[in-house]
């Protein structure tokens, strides 16, 4: 059984810094791509940041390029989120997303359908 908990999330002044973490247990991901998606109220889940299998590559959102750094720690079981320089508009509940490399597909890193397992998510709230 795979389980991903997030913790970091909270609210900040515009402007701001968090770190989310999403700690992973029920099996070893070291060979599997991890990302971060987020959810505002009434809106489509969307990609955030994701993280290659090697870890050698990592890929952003337009809207966060610059400012959030996707890392992981695979000693630790861990994946983080650093973001910096917060707007309103982040403001969402942020996801933690892990792929089942054993099950076959074709979806890039930047998609939903990539990742098999899923945390509760954690909110953000950024204030203006």
């Known amino acids: 059984q795979v389980q991903l908990v997030e913790s970091g999330g909270g609210l900040v002044q515009a402007g701001g810094s968090l770190r989310l973490s999403c700690a992973a247990s029920?099996?070893?991901?070291?060979?599997?791509?991890m990302g971060w998606f987020r959810q505002a109220p009434g809106q489509e889940r969307e990609f955030v940041a994701a993280?290659?299998?090697?870890?050698?590559?990592?890929y952003y959102a337009d809207s966060v390029k610059g400012r959030f750094t996707i890392s992981r720690e695979n000693a630790k079981n861990t994946l983080f989120l650093q973001m910096n320089n917060l707007r309103p508009e982040d403001t969402a509940i942020y996801y933690c997303?892990?792929?089942?490399?054993?099950?076959?597909?074709?979806?890039?890193?930047?998609?939903?359908?990539?990742?098999?397992?899923w945390g509760q998510g954690t909110q953000v709230t950024v204030s203006s």
């Open positions: 029920g099996r070893t991901f070291s060979n599997a791509a």
């Open positions: 997303a892990l792929e089942d490399p054993t099950k076959p597909g074709s979806y890039y890193y930047t998609e939903r359908g990539l990742y098999d397992y």
């Open positions: 993280l290659t299998k090697s870890g050698g590559s990592t």
